[in-house]
């Protein structure tokens, strides 16, 4: 199994990206070769200089043409995550490991693919046990050893307690607090599944003690959905998007009071645009988009609450900010035709197919005096790429004492090296990215190739399986160059690039 990349190969060339100054660039094939230095001339690598503070914020069910910086023409406005944008790095082509919530948050903390553990299909469910295998390194436990204070906000969705049904009763013995966060707040699985409560630390805050009724309306004209179950006193669902930058924000401004020479993870994970689709007075009637537009326009209001916290706290300028989404949007060809909003730009399908729209998601990076503003990336990356990418900005463990370089991490690479020099050498250590849908179908993508392993979407779309007619291939095989929309599958045409593709995918599932 390869190991994730050696971090003291990072040099990150700060001095060499001052020269640059603000000039905004494109990091293309051709572009990379001509920006690559002669030598690493940096001074400046996180080693000798002071370890940033790394901040990653995870959308739920957010997709790229949310954002009105991807999307010319969205029905939403999203102007701090614009800016973010504009003065960092957008990622193109980079992929959630899973189309859906909870295989995409293992893979990022743990940066393994989900499939690789026991949820092979699916999302966890109500009072689930941790799905984070026991010593599991994640991006927590290896920065606490790297001597950062650690922190969770928001939506879990990885289960809590350490075996069997979740035990409000008692202290949880399984959730953030026992895989490397020192601080946690926040709610059990998405907003639609209960129990629907807040927990602290490793305890309810408090625990699910009454029921709620669900409510009877899906989606857009309907006051929100969510199921009947469980709920903690004095839990109000529309409340917990804001609560939980606010949780972020005391986190930031504790940290900077402290000011103890110590760097700063947070992993803040947005319960929304995820049904139910709340957004509050304020936000409502602001996008062309109904209710779920409008959703997203107060996605972008808060996250622009916690940008401004960082720079008043004067922790911004070494914070090493993170935006990204769990999968593609639930925002099906129907929406899509009444709203007039491309939710997922062009690509096929929505959240949870195995299809572009559901893995093909928004990734900005901005990091201020190593990534270059208005740079955007066109290489394929894997959000389980956060994993290696945190480790290595962070620098070698501190303590001489500390645990060996971590032994996880397997299906992560660094993308510092390409987010400071536009090199991609590290992203040849990959021989394919592996996409995993709803229902467990495999796909794999091999530079514009990409193979599905099955017919249908494996998801929400229709139909999520079906058999091959006689004569048919069994398999699906796009060229994404020529056919971005996967409107064509060339399968049989194709053999031996069906074989090829196919090794390979076999290859990375038996690397286990
Ligand atoms: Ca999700």
């Given amino acids: 199994m390869r190991k994730p990349n050696a971090p003291s190969s990072r040099s990150v ?127 927590a436990t ?15 969705h990885l289960g809590l307690g350490a075996q069997g049904p979740t035990d409000w009763t008692a202290p949880l013995d399984g959730g953030p607090h026992t895989v490397g966060f020192e601080r946690s707040v926040g709610i ?61 924000i005391a986190v930031v401004q504790n940290h900077a009071k402290a000011n103890d020479g110590r760097p700063l993870f947070l992993e803040l994970c947005l319960s929304a645009p995820h049904t139910p689709w709340l957004p509050t007075d304020r936000f ?71 299809h572009e729209a559901g893995h093909r998601v928004p990734l900005l990076v901005r990091w201020p005096s190593v990534v270059a503003p208005g740079t955007t990336i066109k290489e394929t990356v894997c959000l389980t790429d956060l994993y290696a990418t945190s480790i290595a900005a962070a620098g070698e463990s501190e303590s001489a004492t500390a645990p060996p370089p971590s032994q996880g991490g397997e299906d992560s690479i660094n993308l510092v090296p390409l987010l400071a020099e536009g090199n991609t050498a590290g992203l040849a250590d990959r021989t394919g990215i592996v996409h995993h849908s709803l229902d467990g179908m495999f796909a794999v993508r091999v530079g514009d190739w990409k193979l599905i392993e099955g017919l249908g979407s494996g998801g929400f779309t229709a139909p999520k399986r079906r058999a091959a007619k006689e004569g048919e291939p069994t398999v699906q095989l796009y060229n994404l160059a020529t056919d971005p929309r996967e409107t064509k599958n060339i399968a049989a045409r194709n053999p031996g690039e069906v074989a090829r593709l196919q090794a390979i995918l076999d290859r990375i599932r038996a690397d286990d």
């Fill in 284 to 354: 409502q009637g602001t996008s062309t988009a109904g209710h779920y537009g409008d959703f997203v326009n107060e996605i972008d209001f808060e996250v622009g609450r916690l940008l401004a916290a960082l720079e008043t706290s004067g922790l911004a300028e070494n914070t090493l900010f993170i935006f990204t989404s769990d999968n593609g949007s639930h925002w099906p060809v129907a929406d899509r035709q009444r709203w007039g909003h491309a939710a997922n730009l062009d690509w096929r399908g929505q959240k949870a197919d195995i």
């Fill in 188 to 248: 059990p699985s998405s907003l639609d599944i209960p129990p629907y409560c807040w927990f602290r630390d490793g305890a309810g805050d408090p625990s699910p003690t009454t029921t709620i009724e669900g409510s009877k309306h899906r989606r857009q004209d309907g006051g929100g959905f969510w199921r009947a179950g469980a709920i903690g006193e004095g839990f109000v669902h529309q409340e917990v998007l804001a609560r939980s930058v606010d949780e972020s």
């Fill in 13 to 139: 060339g700060l001095v060499w990206l001052s020269l640059l100054g603000g000039m905004a660039l494109t990091v293309t094939d051709s572009a990379t070769a001509a920006m690559s230095p002669q030598s690493p001339i940096s001074s400046q690598s996180p080693e000798s200089s002071s370890r940033p503070n790394i901040v990653i914020v995870l959308a739920d069910d957010l997709g790229l043409g949310d954002l009105s910086c991807l999307n010319p023409n969205a029905a939403t406005a999203t102007p701090n995550l614009d800016r973010v944008a504009a003065a960092g790095a957008r990622f193109t082509d980079a992929h959630s490991p899973s189309a859906v919530c909870s295989p995409t948050r293992y893979g990022i903390l743990t940066g393994r693919y989900c499939w690789r553990s026991s949820l092979k299909s699916g999302v966890l469910w109500t009072n689930d046990p941790l799905l984070i295998e026991p010593d599991r390194p994640t991006i």
């Fill in 142 to 156: 290896e920065l606490a050893t790297r001597g950062y204070e650690t922190a969770f906000i928001g939506k879990w």
